[in-house]
């Protein structure tokens, strides 16, 4: 299994054929702070999965902020997410250089 790691936190991430919450409402992705998991529904596609995935990695970085206002706002998780995920599509080499930049430290 895969290590995503927030702050100081390693999450495991892993993909479930069934995702929902407590009222049963089907999920794309769930981080689960406690156990250090984060889950994806299995079978996304692609642009979806990353995504979701951002999403989950925001409300990790939230909830180290202790920003509980903005962690439990949805629309704000959503739209952060999908803007970083954006980014990151339409500037491929500025993306591989901030990796590349602090690799090398």
């Keep these: 299994m895969e290590k995503i790691r927030i702050g100081p936190f390693d999450y495991t991430y892993r ?10 409402e089907e999920l794309y992705g769930e981080i689960r702070y406690k156990e250090n998991i984060i889950s994806m529904l299995e079978g996304l596609p692609p642009p979806r999965r990353a995504h979701t995935l951002m999403h989950e990695i925001v409300h990790g970085m939230l909830s180290n902020m202790a920003r509980e206002d903005l962690n439990s706002d949805e629309p704000f998780v959503d739209a952060l997410a999908l803007n970083v995920v954006q980014f990151m599509r339409d500037n491929p080499d500025i993306t591989m250089k901030i990796l590349s930049d602090i690799n090398t430290q």
């Design 15 to 24: 993909e479930e054929k069934d995702l929902s919450n407590e009222e049963g």
